[in-house]
Nanobody, 116 residues
Framework: QVQLVESGGGLGQAGGSLRLSCAAS????????MAWYRQAPGKQRELVAS???????NYADSVKGRFTISRENAMKLVYLQMNSLKPEDTAVYYC??????????WGQGTQVTVSS
């Protein structure tokens, strides 16, 4: 089992920055990749960014050049640096861990609100 706890959400201004953190605990050795998803009101949850143990990253087109995903201490900590924030970035952001094999783990989510 893997437990994920997000932090760092809150209120940001358009053009500003926020950094989200995700702390993983438990069977961290079983994690092959981690990601950030987000879900805005009335919309489906969408992938924002992902990172593998080999530091291969992937970004949604809407955040490329503005957001950066990174990790440290193996997969114990994963960050999402969000720059040049836009009001459309407002959503609940979820940390996600993909284990080797089947299954998935989710954090409880953290609210990000960007004011114009």
């Amino acid at each position: 089992q893997v437990q994920l706890v997000e932090s760092g959400g809150g209120l940001g201004q358009a053009g500003g920055s926020l950094r989200l953190s995700c702390a993983a605990s438990g069977s961290i050795f079983s994690i092959s990749a981690m990601a950030w998803y987000r879900q805005a009101p009335g919309k489906q949850r969408e992938l924002v960014a992902s990172i593998t143990r080999s530091d291969s990253t992937n970004y949604a087109d809407s955040v490329k050049g503005r957001f950066t995903i990174s990790r440290e201490n193996a997969m114990k900590l994963v960050y999402l640096q969000m720059n040049s924030l836009k009001p459309e970035d407002t959503a609940v952001y979820y940390c996600y861990a993909k284990p080797y094999g089947t299954g998935s783990y989710w954090g409880q989510g953290t609210q990000v609100t960007v004011s114009s």
